[in-house]
C-alpha cells in the first residue's frame, strides 16, 4: 500500500524564520515520484518540485529547499526566511510506477502561517 | 499559454440535476485527471484519461462521467447531483503520468 503522512497539521511561524515541513511515505515500489504543491488561500493548486526515486539529490530554489532521504523514505520541505506570502497549506504526494493511471497519493496537508 | 482552465469557478445544484464542468488546457498534454478535495479526505482522483479517446475510472468514480475527445479538453459531467458531490473539483494535465500535473483553479460545487 502506499501512503503519504504529514504529520504536521498547522505551523505558526514568524516571518523571517526557517520551517520545515516533514513528509514521510510508504511504498513497496523501487520506481516513484515525490511531489510538493503549494495550496494559497486564493485555492489553486501550485507544483513546486518532483523529485524521482534515484535521484537523492537535495534541491534548493531560492528560499526553498527539498531534502530527499530513501533511508527514511522523507521528504522535508524547508522554506528559509518565511515571508507572509509563505501562507498556505502545502501538500506532500507519492506518485508510485504501478499506481492507477498517475494517481498522486496526497498527504492530508500542513498548513503554515506566517505571522508578520 | 493559459494552463489548465475550468469553468464554472462557482456552482449550485439542486438534487438530482445534471451538469459539466469544463477543463481544457493549452500545453498539448496526453494526461488529463480530475480529483475532488474534501475537507479530511484530502484530494482523491475521479477519472483520468492518458491520451484522446482513452478514459479510465479512479478511486471516486461513481456518480461522474468523463470523455476525451480532444487532446484539450477533458469535462467531468454529473448526471444526478447528490449533497455527498458538494466539493472542490480540480483539473488536472501532465506529459505523462509520470510527471507533476499542473492543476486548474477549481470549480466549488454545492449541491442542496
Known sequence: AQKVTQAQTEISVVEKEDVTLDCVYETRDTTYYLFWYKQPPSGELVFLIRRNSFDEQNEISGRYSWNFQKSTSSFNFTITASQVVDSAVYFCALRSLYNQGGKLIFGQGTELSVKP | ?112
Open chain 2, 1 to 112: 499559454n493559459a494552463g489548465v482552465t475550468q469553468t464554472p469557478k462557482f456552482q449550485v445544484l439542486k438534487t438530482g440535476q445534471s451538469m459539466t464542468l469544463q477543463c481544457a488546457q493549452d500545453m498539448n498534454h496526453e494526461y488529463m485527471s480530475w480529483y475532488r478535495q474534501d475537507p479530511g479526505m484530502g484530494l482523491r482522483l475521479i477519472h483520468y484519461s492518458v491520451g484522446a479517446g482513452i478514459t479510465d475510472q479512479g478511486e471516486v468514480p461513481n456518480g461522474y462521467n468523463v470523455s476525451r475527445s480532444t487532446t484539450e479538453d477533458f469535462p467531468l459531467r454529473l448526471l444526478s447531483a447528490a449533497p455527498s458531490q458538494t466539493s472542490v473539483y480540480f483539473c488536472a494535465s501532465a506529459l505523462g503520468t509520470d510527471y507533476e500535473q499542473y492543476f486548474g483553479p477549481g470549480t466549488r460545487l454545492t449541491v442542496t
